[in-house]
Every structure is written in structure tokens, then in C-alpha cells.
């Protein structure tokens, strides 16, 4: 697995994000465990327990897992809360440019310094124990958002819920389930009522959980856990898309059911005695911000190289999303909001990932695709492997070497067969380390 601060060679028109002293620590707690995802509690239950027990000292805690809108739903969350005045915690995964991006402390990333202690700190707890980095981050995480004064900590799981990391908070002010469909099968199981059980194992006896809209059969699963554990089930409705106003900030129809789940965890977080005011939640479903999720790219290399072909009318746009769900996404956007504009795709995956899943639902959607390899990661398909799914949606892909290769592909190409005027889309997607490496290159 490549590090934090990886050297590796990279793609020449992709910049190499420096290194700081928090990376060579994190490359160090990479080293501690021979699997990268090896889903238990019982090693992030006990280097908690020598730090203290951090996890008994939080602000009330909301616990979010599911597979699809996590990141969105917190988001959304986040914004409300802020507006409301409160202060906020904030724990997500994967971070998209820098570690310090997965730990928000009372409104504001973590300091440098901040950070590179309290990994010390964690590292020199664990004494060379056998530990995933994902459960000594986590711990990490904990013990900062527990030394910080904050009204609210909104806590992301990692991978599943029954034995992510997260899940050592007896008694969160409440859980919150965003839609489950197929994703990291290899781990939670290949069917949607196994990987709906393993997030249903979030939910608290006598603690609130809200559940947005899911298919039948992970309703029914997390339903009956709800019954099993003795947990309060909160159905969450889409926002009416009429509102006058109550609107997404976020692109896309399935973020009214992002904001949707939202807010119905804001109307708990009210009778549990919190002051949010109706204003605050119109206020923060504007002003939310989640950068690498169907996020339109204003400036850049690849706005200047398309303004430099005079395709000014263009538009350039990122997506991190990677399971059949995300294909499903990037459809809808296609459908109901670009219309018939060309939309041409660059995508880069994952080898642990379902590019055919993926690709599918786009079928009539996509003018064209090209692939990448996702540079400086290892386990990345290469252009031309990836390049051999897409035969699912009946279009043959053109793998290019570099970004700047494959855009200039999609313009060479465009000029054969559309008007120069006609606005037309680039969607880079496929995997949220791309779009890590596509923000940090357009900084």
C-alpha cells in the first residue's frame, strides 16, 4: 500500500502533495498490522482503555453508517449544527488531500501540531502492538474530540458498524443508517441483508436511530435488530422537492434524501433538548459543502486546458463515488439535471471495487469514456484493465497515460462530432483517491 506521503512515482501532470512529520508517523502505524481491513474491536478497545477510555468523555455522539450518503448526510449535519451556533466535532474517511481532513475539532481541521502529538502519543500508548491504522486513527480521533470542548461530535464509521472501529459508544444521542446497497462485499458480506446487519449493529438499546429510506430488504433487517436491541426507529422521508424553502445545497435528487435524513435527526436532536431553529436548518442545507461529491470544478489545469481548445461553455466535474449506487447517481445527474449534453467520463478504480456494477446504469447516458490508473496507489486497476469493463455499457473506452492525455483525448475527439459552442461535461470519477489527486492538483 502506498503512504501517506508517498514518493512513488506519479502521473507528470498530477503534483505531488509534500510530506509533513504527521506522514512519517502515519506511514509508521501502516507497518503494525499484515491486513488492512481486518474488521474486531477488541484491539481498539484496548489501546482505548490505556488512553484513558476517551470514548466515555465525548460530546453527545450521532453514530452514522450505511453505505450510500454518509459523507453527504454528515455534511448536511454539520452545516445545520453550525448555524445553529453549536460547536461540532467532525470524524470522516477516506480524507481526499490530507489526513488532518478526517478530524474536525469544534469547527476547524487539526492543527499540524496538534496532530503529529497526538499520533505520537497513540503510537507510544500502543507499544508496537499489533493494530490496524484505521483502529489507531480512530482511537487517535477519539481522544482529540474528547480533550476538545464541543457540543456535538458527528461520528462516521468506517466500514460496515457491528465491529467498525466507531463503534465503542455505549450511548450516542442517537444513530443514523443512510441507504445500504452492495459495497466491500469481500468484508461485509454479498448479499444486502448481510451488509444491512452489519450496519444495523450501530443501533443502542433505548437510543434513537434513524433509518433513511432502504430497499425492502434492508429495511426489514434493520427493523428486526431494531427490535432485537431494544433501539427507537425513525423512518426518514426524501424533502418534499417543492419546498419553497427547504432546498439541498447539494446536487443530485438523491441528496433530498441525504438532507432529508438530516433533518430528521435535527428534529431529535430537539426534543433531546438541543436549540435549533427553523432558520438554521434552511440556513445550513444552503451553505453545506462536501468537496470531491459531485463537485463542479471552477478553476484549474484541466478548466485552463479546455479554455484553451475555446470550449468555454464547458464544464468540468468530480465524483468520488465507486460502487453500482455511484453509477446510479452520475445516471440521474445525467437524466434529470445535464440533459442531452455530451458527458464524457475519466475514470480511475480500484481493484477491490465493481467497475461492471459501476458502469451499468450509465447505459445511454455516456458519450464517452476514458481510464486511468490512480496514480501513487498500488492497488489501483490500470487504464487498460479498467478500460476492458466498460464493454458493459457498449462503449469502448480509451485508457490514457496521464489526465492531460485523456482530456485532450475528449477534445480531439468532440471536435470530430459536436458543435464547438455546445456545452459538454467531463465527470472525473470512479474513486475518491482520484479525486483526491484532481483536488490536490487543482489548488
Not at 301 to 309: D, E, F, G, R
Request: aromatic share 4%; net charge negative; hydrophobic share 40%.
Amino acid at each position: 500500500m502506498t503512504g501517506i506521503g508517498s514518493t512513488a512515482p506519479l502521473e507528470e501532470d498530477f503534483c505531488e502533495i509534500p510530506a509533513r512529520e504527521s506522514d512519517a508517523i502515519l506511514n509508521r502505524l501502516m507497518d503494525l498490522h499484515p491486513k488492512i481491513i481486518d474488521l474486531s474491536l477488541d484491539r481498539t478497545l484496548d489501546l482505548l482503555d490505556r488512553l484513558g477510555r476517551p470514548q466515555d468523555h465525548l460530546p453527545p455522539v450521532i453514530h452514522v453508517a450505511g453505505t450510500n450518503g454518509k459523507g453527504s448526510t454528515i455534511a448536511y449535519l454539520r452545516a445545520i449544527l453550525e448555524a445553529a451556533g453549536l460547536r461540532v466535532h467532525v470524524y470522516t474517511s477516506p480524507h481526499l488531500v490530507r489526513f488532518a481532513e478526517r478530524i474536525r475539532l469544534a469547527g476547524e481541521i487539526i492543527a499540524e501540531d496538534s496532530l503529529q502529538a497526538l499520533l505520537s502519543e497513540c503510537e507510544l500508548v500502543n507499544g508496537g502492538q499489533p493494530i490496524t491504522f484505521f483502529e489507531i486513527t480512530t482511537c487517535a480521533a477519539l481522544k482529540a474530540f474528547a480533550d476538545t470542548p464541543a457540543d456535538v461530535l458527528l461520528l462516521e464509521v468506517g466500514l460496515g458498524g457491528r465491529l467498525d472501529s466507531t463503534n465503542v459508544v455505549d450511548e450516542p444521542a442517537c444513530t443514523v443508517i443512510t441507504p445500504v446497497s452492495l459495497d466491500h462485499i469481500q468484508f461485509l458480506g454479498d448479499t444486502i441483508a448481510n451488509i444491512a446487519g452489519e450496519k444495523a449493529g450501530i443501533q443502542k438499546n433505548g437510543r434513537p436511530c434513524v433509518m433513511a429510506p432502504q430497499l425492502p430488504e434492508a429495511e426489514s433487517v434493520i427493523r428486526a435488530h431494531a427490535v432485537e436491541v431494544g433501539a427507537d426507529l425513525f423512518p426518514a422521508s426524501p424533502l418534499a422537492s417543492d419546498d419553497p424553502v427547504l432546498k439541498p445545497g447539494l446536487p443530485g435528487e438523491h441528496q433530498y434524501i441525504n438532507a432529508g435524513t438530516a433533518i430528521r435527526t435535527i428534529e431529535i436532536l430537539r426534543e433531546q433538548g438541543f436549540d435549533i431553529s427553523d432558520s438554521a436548518i434552511a440556513s445550513g442545507l444552503q451553505r453545506v459543502e462536501w468537496p470531491g461529491r459531485m463537485q463542479r470544478l471552477k478553476q484549474g489545469p484541466v478548466l485552463s486546458q479546455i479554455a484553451m481548445a475555446g470550449l468555454s461553455s464547458w464544464e468540468v466535474w468530480l465524483d468520488g463515488g465507486h460502487n453500482p449506487a455511484a453509477g446510479q447517481v452520475i445516471a440521474e445527474m445525467a437524466k434529470q439535471n445535464w440533459g442531452c449534453a455530451p458527458l464524457h467520463l475519466i475514470c480511475g478504480m480500484l481493484n477491490t471495487k465493481d467497475p461492471s456494477g459501476f458502469f451499468t446504469p450509465m447505459t445511454g447516458h455516456v458519450t464517452s469514456i476514458s481510464t486511468l490508473s490512480i496514480p501513487g496507489e498500488e492497488n489501483s486497476l490500470s487504464a487498460e484493465d479498467l478500460a476492458e469493463f466498460t464493454s458493459t455499457v457498449g462503449i469502448t473506452a480509451r485508457p490514457a497515460q496521464t489526465l492531460q492525455e485523456a482530456v485532450d483525448g475528449i477534445i480531439a475527439a468532440s471536435a470530430e462530432s459536436t458543435s464547438q459552442s455546445q456545452t459538454s461535461r467531463i465527470l472525473i470519477c470512479g474513486s475518491l483517491y482520484l479525486a483526491g489527486r484532481v483536488l490536490a492538483y487543482h489548488q
